[in-house]
């Protein structure tokens, strides 16, 4: 496992996963997944498809059990779902019988909240993922985006600590996609959360992340985790052009390519600031 060492721990670790190993019958699912994350740090999770990645997730929330490890939150060792903590679905998972005010309300009402309240959360997130003038709509018709939105807002209104996204974008048309990857970061900006973003994309993993976890082929073990580097408030389109970017997804690209291979250093920003192509950093953290 190559661990670039730049990792600088501004902030304290809220989840530690321990060395978790997962079996379904005989089928060998997680191989010794050892991750921190720490507090407002965006945690992409990339791997192909039935590596685990899915399952990883429900182990970090509590719904499904591991076969070996320790997972603990806040330093606390816990395997019942976990209140603090709030998925977004790449199906959206919404109730389509109910209108976009209830469903993202409805983590509040089975909390008990006062209706009083529940409505001015939802006002507030409603806003916040721009569904104004929606809330009265089934699902059914809403375009994909807007479901999404409506399911990221729903995890917010619960105001968890931690929020899980299990491939939030994967269903969404490309041109949608890339919308939503800047809402979510600029919703992040307005409100900052720590986030396990799984995704099968690497462009998508080295934009949202801060740091990526490259898993490999079930069993899914970690090949390669590695910090962007690009910082916040981060223009994606200058990400997207600059040398740095390029060298990354190379690089994860022949991580993913070969499982097996011995993987070359990371690669480092280049410093180079000329050229339309360039690291500059002024252009990328706007
Ligand atoms: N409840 C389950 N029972 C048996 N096998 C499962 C179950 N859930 C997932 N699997 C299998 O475990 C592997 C990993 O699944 P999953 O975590 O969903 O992967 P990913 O999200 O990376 O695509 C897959 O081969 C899948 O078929
Ligand atoms: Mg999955």
Not at 54 to 74: H, M, P
Not at 90 to 115: D, E, V
Not at 131 to 144: I, R, T, V
Not at 185 to 208: Q, V
Request: aromatic share 6%; charged share 25%; with cysteine.
């Amino acid at each position: 496992m190559a661990v670039q060492d730049n990792i600088n721990p501004k902030q304290g670790v809220i989840l530690r996963l321990k060395v978790i190993h997962k079996h379904y019958g005989s089928l060998h699912v997680l191989d010794g997944i050892d991750i921190e994350l720490r507090q407002q740090e965006i945690l992409t999770v990339l791997g192909p498809s039935g590596c685990g990645k899915t399952t990883l997730l429900r182990i970090v929330n509590g719904l499904i059990s591991y076969d070996q490890g320790e997972v603990l939150f806040k330093g606390e060792l816990d395997v019942k779902p976990r209140t603090e903590m709030a998925m977004v679905f790449q199906n959206f998972g919404l109730f389509p019988w109910k209108r976009l005010h209830q469903n993202i309300g409805y983590g509040l009402r089975i909390q008990r909240r006062s209706p009083a309240e529940i409505d001015k959360i939802v006002a507030h997130y409603i806003n916040l993922v721009g569904l104004n003038g929606f809330e009265d709509n089934f699902p059914a018709e809403l375009s994909g985006g807007m479901q999404q939105r409506a399911g990221l807002a729903r995890a917010l209104a619960a105001q968890p600590e931690l929020l899980l996204m299990d491939e939030p974008f994967g269903a969404l048309d490309a041109l949608t996609r890339e919308q939503l990857q800047d809402e979510l970061l600029k919703i992040n900006e307005a409100e900052p959360k720590t986030m396990i973003f799984i995704t099968h994309s690497i462009d998508e993993a080295l934009l949202l992340g801060d740091r990526v976890v490259l898993i490999t082929p079930r069993p899914g073990r970690i090949r390669l985790q590695l910090e962007t580097g690009f910082g916040r408030g981060r223009n994606l389109e200058a990400i997207r052009g600059s040398v740095h970017f390029q060298a990354l997804r190379h690089y994860l690209w022949e991580a993913l390519r070969n499982p097996n291979a011995e993987l070359g250093p990371i690669p480092q920003f280049s410093g180079n600031l000329e050229g339309p192509n360039s690291d500059d950093l002024r252009a990328i953290r706007k």
